[in-house]
Nanobody, 121 residues
Framework: QVQLVESGGGSVQPGGSLRLSCAAS?????MAWFRQAPEKSREIVAA????????YLADPVKGRFTLSRDNAKNTLFLDMSDLNPEDTAVYYC?????????????????WGRGTQVIVSS
């Protein structure tokens, strides 16, 4: 069972930046970030193949969010910049053993508890 521990959420003003981290207990095939805003469905934000390096970024975050990883520590980072109130959500880390990058929730069998991001003036 892969355990995921997220960190780095918080409150920031519009235009600000935050870095989210997700550490996995074992080497993953793919790690991803999803988010769920109040009264909305959970949606994919970004995903990264730890071996392949294949990357996916959702359209709303392209040009503002960046993925990176530390393979030695099984850790995925999400650098978020130019944040706006629409980015306010609980951000969840997810992982799968298979190395193919997928963007649907059901493709991921391991989930973190989530970390809150609030963008407000």
């Amino acid at each position: 069972q892969v355990q995921l521990v997220e960190s780095g959420g918080g409150s920031v003003q519009p235009g600000g930046s935050l870095r989210l981290s997700c550490a996995a207990s074992t080497a993953p095939g793919v790690m991803a970030w999803f988010r769920q805003a109040p009264e909305k469905s959970r949606e994919i934000v970004a995903a990264l193949g730890f071996i392949s390096g294949v990357e996916y970024l959702a359209d709303p975050v392209k040009g503002r969010f960046t993925l990176s990883r530390d393979n030695a520590k099984n850790t995925l980072f999400l650098d978020m910049s130019d944040l706006n109130p629409e980015d306010t959500a609980v951000y969840y880390c997810a992982a799968r053993e298979n190395q193919r990058v997928v963007i649907l929730e059901r493709g991921y069998s391991h989930w973190g508890r989530g970390t809150q991001v609030i963008v407000s003036s």
